[in-house]
T-cell receptor
Framework: GENVEQHPSTLSVQEGDSAVIKCTYS??????FPWYKQELGKRPQLIID?????GEKKDQRIAVTLNKTAKHFSLHITETQPEDSAVYFC??????????????FGKGTKLSVKP | DGGITQSPKYLFRKEGQNVTLSCEQN?????MYWYRQDPGQGLRLIYY???????QKGDIAEGYSVSREKKESFPLTVTSAQKNPTAFYLC?????????????FGNGTRLTVT
């Protein structure tokens, strides 16, 4: 089955700096890669996603890149702000010959943005 | 708020007792899920249901049971057979399991068993 590895487990940056979180997946059949943000005590919320037919996607200060050959995808946050502090989860979903599988999540990255 | 309601927010039980966690959604979503979240473990799938009256085991189903008698409801029972039940439980829903079906999560229930 699919396995998703996420690094680093913790990340501390200064306000205004960039943050990068990386994930690798094991099954080349995976075709959907969302990122979720979970603030302390709150629910995970989808912040951006990318499909396997796209190499990069941006949404304001957030971007995700996908390298299908290497089977890894990354979340990039530029000009970080204290409110970006949260746990971020990557996930991957496989395609079983047209039928979508369930999301497999990484173990999360705790991002701390210091003012 | 988000269309998925989990109750209660905090739940305390004695070891050996079964406990049921509630999850209700008004998003008209077909698929519903239960995840368990432990520190440093990410989100692990317990059970999921793609349609009423049908559900499948996830990666860590042992010691848990579910039902899906209504589209809106997907309660999770943590049985006494679950060896380490203390955790944060998240319910989620999606329009289906298609590629354009992101998960929408509830606010979670923190279960403590002593």
């Amino acid at each position: 089955g699919e396995n998703v590895e996420q690094h680093p487990s913790t990340l501390s940056v200064q306000e205004g700096d960039s943050a990068v979180i990386k994930c690798t997946y094991s099954d080349s059949a995976s075709n959907y890669f969302p990122w979720y943000k979970q603030e302390l005590g709150k629910r995970p919320q989808l912040i951006i996603d990318i499909r396997s037919n796209v190499g990069e996607k941006k949404d304001q200060r957030i971007a995700v890149t996908l390298n299908k050959t290497a089977k890894h995808f990354s979340l990039h946050i530029t000009e970080t702000q204290p409110e970006d502090s949260a746990v971020y989860f990557c996930a991957a979903r496989m395609n079983y010959g047209g039928s979508q599988g369930n999301l497999i999540f990484g173990k999360g990255t705790k991002l701390s943005v210091k003012p | 708020d988000g269309g998925i309601t989990q109750s209660p927010k905090y739940l305390f039980r004695k070891e050996g007792q079964n406990v049921t966690l509630s999850c209700e959604q008004n998003l008209n979503h077909d698929a519903m899920y239960w995840y368990r979240q432990d520190p440093g473990q990410g989100l692990r799938l317990i059970y999921y249901s793609q349609i009423v009256n049908d559900f499948q085991k996830g990666d860590i189903a042992e010691g848990y049971s579910v039902s899906r008698e209504k589209k809106e409801s997907f309660p999770l029972t943590v049985t006494s057979a679950q060896k380490n039940p203390t955790a944060f439980y998240l319910c989620a829903s999606s329009t289906g399991t298609g590629i354009n079906s992101p998960l929408h999560f509830g606010n979670g229930t923190r279960l403590t068993v002593t």
